[in-house]
């Protein structure tokens, strides 16, 4: 897939051409949920998830390398996906966060702070699903005032945070101060 996404990104239309590059990327992200997951990669993980996480159903979550960096957060970018249950249902989730990096939303918010799109990797995480009676983010530094050095910023909502995630709820903003 590397030949692939590099030419995408080498290709002119790429920074000047907003709707050629929402449909590249859609393809982009395509190609890697249909390209088949190494099946030993895919075992390891699925026994994992049998063994130490009780076959439940997992969250599998993003992390990138461009996330909570200087002057840029990247919180909400990426995708989730909740309550996956199987062996099948693991690859296709992993393959889905993995081709996540290459979303629009995250590809602009990555070019407006100058990220190197080549230089950034997708990882993810698995985690037993819980029936959460509220669900947020939070930001080791305050979002508002850059020289508190104080505060933390969190974002959060009754419930679970996929729909916050979404962008069809607006969760509750405190900036939390540990010292006072």
């Known amino acids: 897939l590397d030949p692939v996404i590099e030419a995408v990104l080498s290709d002119p239309r ?3 051409d907003a709707s050629w590059r929402k449909q590249a990327l859609e393809e982009v992200r395509t190609k890697i949920v249909a390209t088949p997951i190494d ?6 993980l699925y026994k994992r998830v049998r063994v130490a996480l009780g076959g439940k159903g997992v969250f599998v979550r993003s992390s990138t390398n461009a996330e909570d960096l200087p002057g840029f957060n990247g919180a909400g970018l990426y995708d989730t996906v909740p309550n996956v249950v199987g062996r099948a249902a693991l690859g ?3 393959k889905t966060v993995w081709a996540s990096l290459w979303n629009l939303r995250a590809v602009e918010e990555r070019s407006l702070f100058g990220i190197d799109h080549r230089q950034t990797y997708a990882a993810v995480m ?3 699903g819980v029936d959460a009676t509220a669900a947020g983010v939070l930001v080791t530094t305050n979002l508002y005032d850059r020289s508190d050095d104080d505060g ?3 974002n959060a909502k009754w419930g679970l945070g996929m729909r916050t995630v979404e962008g ?3 969760p509750e903003q405190i900036i939390f101060d540990a010292t006072n």
Request: glycine fraction near 4%; charged fraction near 20%; hydrophobic fraction near 50%.
């Open 14 to 16: 790429f920074g000047s």
């Open 39 to 44: 099946p030993r990669v895919l075992d390891i």
């Open 92 to 94: 296709e989730a992993v």
């Open 126 to 128: 698995i985690q037993i």
């Open 152 to 154: 933390f910023t969190i």
């Open 168 to 170: 069809q709820k607006v």
